[in-house]
């Protein structure tokens, strides 16, 4: 089953036009990387499937439903979640604080919320200090674990290596495949080789549209019609 | 538009120490005393400014909405306040029923101005929050406008002068409260006492909410992340639709605590004040910050009580001397911090 | 915050003209246009006056406007003319505070940056003027001619601007609104406690002597005293038998003062410099990118700003002949002008004089100190109706509490309504609709229909 499509999307930030009639589609179960330069539109990619920045034209869908132009909290109640750029904790809030804003919906929340401190002893250990104290790799996981415990369907991952030491990386990338084992999620990654390993398909995006995608299997940035793109 | 004139707290205020013991003051215990009577004093002040400030600093940590109506809304519920007790207290009512009648008014004035303002909000302020700041800032402003004339109209029909304060309510304040009490061996007034009571209970009262309830929760990540809070499936609009609610029935609960108070009292003019010193608070504070609220008020408290003191005591004869004060302390706020002892740098910059 | 501007960036150019202004038919729409520097002598002149021709229509229509009203008065209209139209005492009203509110709309309207403690500057002006009328000035001696004092109150006003600005300028948004508020109440909280002032510097300062005089300096000929008790009256204007009251004389010597006053902040809003305050309200860092040191040009817009502004508290002290801390240096003075400015037209340097007409209009239509609805209800109406019981209130009570005297509440509704609605004003709508400065697009439109 299709967890998510976008078709022929345009977004617009005021009057610069970013997303120009992107479509791509996620399979329920599936890791799937928007890789390309900054400033290709992957972050607005995100937003739109979200609603945050809702299209001007084109449709998105999610779960078969056609979400476009709902409100940004309605289609995340539907089981979408966001890990977004920079990882935004609400730092002044404790890590359990962080997690009960994001569980409100689930039904178990106490559970779910057990279940990620198991996945992220880090956090437990934490639980009562303030977001905004922890180190950057444990943010991150605060931003994954949160995505995960509101119970979804989908999770958005936008660039979760960003400003981390390679140690912390590792451990960031095996966070988000115990995290993928429950749901299907969307990636976008600055670390090409990063994004190859973790996911099972690839969308290569330039200028706001798709231009290449496929296996992520065999995959290397030094594959001719993949560098063209890379490289400034 | 008419120009009222600032009722300044000092310019009104009774003498806060009994002049005949100034007089006799002199040595170290007398000093002492003197200053415990002081910070006595600033707390008892405090009280007054965290609670008409506390319901401004919470509109404006989550919705970035610098409400001028704060003031009006308070000077509304110092008049509904007011009518309350004049309606239930009468010569031969017990101190202890008319403090219960206290409480019922303000349960009461705190339903009725939360419902207002969340009809508000809806109705006013939610078609306009894709606009910048400054129109919040005016439309609230209009609003405030409005509802004092309201208010003229509506006393001058009833044939209250809308300014000086309205004494009936006033003197309705058991006599308890008018003397003083022995503490640590300083006589301190009861009023304070009773205002501190009063500003503790809204503290407790605000800071459980905040922190106990899942609602408190969300308008706390609100305040610092609304767009990652509805991402997270919640409806922020909503929360802005109560917290407005809320904050608008703190400050009438801030204007029913001012009905007492011969400082203060129910007239017009409260509109303007309450607003000006609220704004004090939260600026000096940290817009949007609770802990901040609560510490400026501390601050604005003291500062005014000391200042206060120097001009009664003749030690400074500048009249004007606390309000030319907390204004600086504002300034120099914003000068030295401009985000306040506990702000977060990036809020109001939006 | 930058205020995002009524009518986007695209015309960076500056403040229009009117619509038929409440209440004044003799009114016609104004405007400024863009002063094209005259090429050839007479193509340019043409082309000058042309493009001033809106702005030649109001200017008539102010001054033809006493002389309009009055011959009203004599005929059987008259109670409507009282009722409806404002008198002259509120036309003088209209002449100074809508030169505070252009001042304050040339930093607020035009940078974007809210000067909510502009009454400190009006309030300086109106001080300076009274305190050197008394010889109380150190360095000014007692009988130093008004207009000098004038520029003089004025230049202390720039300089308190520039160390006000100094350090506000560091921030932006409400805390900028905050802290020229903070500084404003200080001054305010100051003057209104400063014994030197006068025996009772709550209730103000008075003029103790002669008329103040708008005019050139030394030259009596060239002058007009000002006020309503002391000001000069003129009667048989040459020889025309028109009789000029002290007020109306007031009002032409005020009005001197304010068209000087627009003109030359119309010219620095086009010039260069007015197009850098403009790129700092659309966008801040990019006018900083691009080079142009916005810190200082900030300072200076603000200085510019708080010198008109004490030429408008100047003015308004001569006439009034008495100064008041409420009535300058309080924040509601600033409130008046930010009222007035949303109304007119926030970012357009005309809209606050129209904007502030509306409101006098209004203050005099439901005041009854010259004729308004309350007297025309109160005579015009029989007993019977006006005693008629509706809910235990009488319909003359109604009138006395609601209409007499009950601009603020109405005015309050129609601000709510403008911000809601109407966000660029009346002048900023009206450009909007013409697709440019009024007085660039009203003769073009005016043309097609009567062709």
């Known amino acids: ?232 | 538009m008419s120009l009222a004139p600032l009722a300044g707290a000092a310019a009104q205020a009774a003498p806060l120490v009994d002049p005949g013991t100034l007089l006799s003051t002199g040595g170290a215990v007398d000093g002492l005393q003197t200053a415990a009577r002081v910070l006595a004093e600033g707390i008892g002040k405090a009280a007054v400014y965290f609670t008409i400030a506390v319901g401004l600093t919470l509109v404006f940590g989550l919705m970035g909405v610098l409400n001028f109506a704060h003031g009006a809304v308070a000077m509304v519920g110092a008049y509904l306040g007011g009518l309350v007790l004049v309606l239930f207290v009468g010569a031969n009512t017990g101190t202890l029923a008319t403090i219960l009648v206290f409480f019922v008014a303000l349960a009461l004035v705190f339903a009725v101005t939360t419902a207002a303002g969340s009809a508000m909000e809806v109705a006013l302020i939610r078609p306009i929050y894709d606009r910048t700041p400054t129109y919040q800032i005016l439309l609230t402003f209009g609003v405030s406008l409005i509802i004092e004339e309201v208010a003229r109209i509506v006393l001058t029909l009833r044939g209250i002068q809308p300014n000086p304060q309205w004494q009936a309510p006033m003197g309705t304040a058991p006599d308890v409260l008018l003397g003083r009490t022995e503490l640590l061996g300083v006589g301190v007034r009861r009023l304070y006492l009773f205002e501190v009571a009063i500003g503790a209970l809204v503290a407790v009262a605000v800071w459980a909410f905040l922190t106990k309830t899942l609602y408190g929760l969300y308008i706390r990540a609100g305040s610092e992340d609304t767009e990652m809070v509805q991402a997270l499936g919640i409806d922020v609009r909503q929360a802005f639709t109560v917290v407005f609610g809320v904050g608008t029935g703190l400050a009438a609960v801030g204007g029913v605590l001012l009905m007492w108070d011969p400082i203060w009292g129910p007239s017009v003019l409260l509109s303007i004040d309450v607003l000006l010193y609220a704004f004090v608070v939260v600026i000096i504070g940290g817009l949007g910050s609770f802990t901040g609220t609560l510490v400026a008020a501390g601050i604005v408290g003291i500062a005014d009580s000391v200042t206060t003191w120097l001009f009664t005591t003749g030690i400074v004869t500048f009249p004007g001397l606390s309000e030319v004060t907390i204004f600086l302390l504002l300034v120099v706020m914003l000068i030295i911090r401009p985000q306040g002892l506990y702000g977060v740098e990036e809020v109001g910059g939006h | 915050m930058a205020i995002s501007d009524p009518d986007s960036g695209a015309d960076a150019d500056a403040p229009a003209g009117d619509t038929d202004a409440p209440a004044v038919e003799t009114d016609a729409p104004v405007d400024e246009a863009d002063p094209i520097p005259p090429s050839t002598a007479t193509g340019g002149l043409r082309e000058y006056l042309r493009d001033h021709a809106v702005h030649a229509a109001v200017i008539v229509g102010f001054v033809l406007y006493p002389l309009a009203y009055e011959a009203l008065l004599a005929t059987p209209a008259a109670p409507f003319a009282e009722a409806f139209l404002p008198a002259i005492t509120f036309m003088v009203v209209v002449l100074y505070m809508g030169l505070f509110a252009m001042s304050f709309d040339f930093i607020s309207g035009y940078t974007g940056y809210l000067s909510f403690g502009h009454a400190a500057f009006y309030g300086t002006g109106a001080y300076f003027v009274v305190l050197a009328a008394n010889g109380q000035i150190p360095g000014v001696p007692g009988g130093t001619p008004f207009m000098i004092t004038l520029l003089l109150g004025a230049v202390v006003a720039g300089l308190l601007a520039l160390v006000i600005g100094s350090v506000s300028f560091r921030l932006t948004g409400v805390y900028f609104a905050m802290i020229t508020l903070g500084f404003a109440q200080v001054i305010y909280e100051l003057i209104r406690s400063w014994g030197y002032v006068s025996t009772n510097p709550t209730e103000g300062a008075t003029v103790s002597g002669d008329a103040l005089a708008i005019g050139v300096p030394f030259v009596d000929a060239l002058s007009l005293d000002v006020g309503r008790l002391t000001g000069e009256s003129v009667e048989n204007l040459l020889g025309l038998g028109i009789d000029l009251s002290t007020t109306v004389v007031s009002y032409y010597a005020l009005g001197i003062v304010v068209v000087v006053c627009y003109f030359a902040m119309q010219r620095i809003l086009h010039s260069p410099f007015g197009r850098v305050m403009i790129a700092i309200r659309e966008n801040e860092e990019r006018a900083r990118a691009v080079g142009y040191p916005t810190y200082r040009f900030k300072l200076a817009a603000f200085a510019i700003s708080g010198f008109f502004g004490a030429i408008a508290g100047g003015v308004f002290a001569a006439y009034s002949r008495s100064v008041a801390p409420d009535g300058t240096f309080y924040f509601l003075v600033t409130a008046d002008a930010l009222i007035t400015t949303i109304i007119g037209g926030f970012g357009t340097l005309a809209g606050p004089v129209f904007g502030t007409l509306f409101t006098q209009g209004l203050e005099d239509v439901l005041s009854t100190e010259s004729g308004g609805v309350a007297t025309l209800l109160r005579e015009g109406l029989p007993e019977s109706v006006l005693q008629a019981d509706l809910f235990g209130i009488s319909l003359e009570l109604f009138v006395n509490t609601a209409v007499d005297g009950r601009a603020p509440l109405y005015l309050g509704i129609i601000f709510v309504l403008f911000v809601l609605f109407v966000p660029n004003g009346i002048l900023g709508t009206l450009r909007d609709r013409l697709g440019g400065t009024v007085g660039k697009r009203l003769p073009d439109h005016l043309r097609r229909y009567l062709r």
């Open chain 1, 1 to 232: 089953m299709t967890t998510l499509e976008l078709d022929g999307v345009h977004t617009y930030y005021g009057e610069s036009h970013i997303l120009q009639g992107l479509s791509l589609s996620v399979e329920e179960g599936e890791i799937v990387a928007l890789v390309g330069r900054n400033g290709v539109g992957k972050t607005t990619t995100l937003r739109t499937a979200l609603g945050l920045t809702p299209p001007r034209e084109g449709t998105v869908r999610f779960d078969g439903t056609d979400v476009t132009g709902m409100e940004p909290h309605e289609i995340a109640a539907r089981g979408m979640g966001w890990v977004p750029e920079e990882r935004r904790v609400f730092s002044h809030l404790t890590v359990a604080e962080n997690l009960r804003v994001a569980a409100h919906s689930a039904a178990d929340s106490d559970a779910r919320i057990a279940e990620a401190y198991e996945l992220f002893p880090a956090l437990d250990r934490f639980s009562d200090k303030e977001a905004g104290d922890l180190s950057g790799g444990q943010q991150q996981m605060l931003a994954i674990a949160r995505g995960m415990v509101g119970d979804n369907d989908l999770l958005l991952v936008d660039e979760p290596s960003e400003g981390l030491a390679p140690q912390i990386v590792e451990d960031v990338v095996e966070a988000l495949r115990a995290a993928s084992a429950d749901t299907t999620m969307v990636l976008v990654e600055q670390n090409f080789r990063l994004a190859m390993d973790l996911a099972d398909r690839f969308y290569l995006v330039d200028h706001g549209v798709v231009v290449e995608e496929g296996e992520t299997a065999g995959v290397t940035s030094e594959d001719e019609r993949i560098r063209r793109y890379l490289t400034a």
